[in-house]
């Protein structure tokens, strides 16, 4: 059974800086592009970027509200994906989602960052 | 980035009937090569992730009822919800993944008349 669960999320002041994870089994995660997405309180969902496998070349690619601010990075020998969000706004304040896949068949349960002073 | 907009952004349909969603994307998200669209539809509940429902448009993912459906081809898309049931209550998005850059629609809600 897939499955991913995400952490690292809290309370950070605007500026600051705050690194997610998400660890992942039931599937080949080396091989698996994965993606993050978030969704701000009773508002939609938002893609944030993606990585590639390693074999794809591993590269990334971003959104336009987080391009130089977020880095989305994994570490395929401990099946786990992160994302460093430095230079925090309130507006991303949201529950952050990790999801596999270009068509994202697995979610995980999320995890919440509020940015507040 | 392609954008993707939903309709209606909320309806509201009795048990047992029919309810159907469109999406419309601002440019065409049929791959020829293949072609294969490239749009997911999902759906979530309060309090939790959303799931996914169908991919390449109109395929079903293992496990979703038959009563969901997708359909459509190049911009224009639909999921209908057959024989709507009272667990069908939740918000549902499309998303596209032609481009580089993923986007979703603003999702519909879809409640109980």
């Known amino acids: 059974e897939v499955q991913l669960v995400e952490s690292g999320g809290g309370l950070v002041k605007p500026g600051g800086s705050l690194r997610l994870s998400c660890v992942a089994s039931g599937f080949t995660f080396s091989n698996t592009w994965m993606n993050w997405v978030r969704q701000a309180p009773g508002k939609g969902l938002e893609w944030l970027g993606r990585i590639k496998s390693k074999t794809d070349g591993g590269t990334t690619d971003y959104a336009a509200p987080v391009k130089g601010r977020f880095t989305i990075s994994r570490d395929d020998s401990k099946n786990t994906l992160y994302l460093q969000m430095n230079s925090l706004k309130i507006e991303d304040t949201a529950v952050y989602y990790c999801?596999?896949?270009?068509?994202?068949?697995?979610w995980g349960q999320g995890t919440l960052v509020t940015v507040s002073s | 980035d392609i954008v993707m907009t939903q309709s209606p952004d909320s309806l509201a349909v009795s048990l047992g009937e029919r309810a159907t969603i469109n999406c419309k994307s601002s440019q065409s998200v049929l791959y020829s090569s293949n072609n294969k669209n490239y749009l997911s539809w999902y759906q979530q509940k309060p309090g939790q992730p959303p799931k996914l429902l169908i991919y390449?448009?109109?395929t079903r993912e293992s496990g979703v009822p038959d009563r969901f459906s997708g359909s459509g081809s190049g911009t224009d898309f639909t999921l209908t919800i057959n024989s709507l049931q009272a667990e069908d209550v939740a918000v549902y998005y499309c998303q596209q993944y032609y481009s580089t850059r993923i986007t979703f629609g603003g999702g519909t809600k879809v409640e109980i008349k």
């Open positions: 390449w448009a109109s």
């Open positions: 999801t596999t896949g270009s068509s994202g068949r697995s």
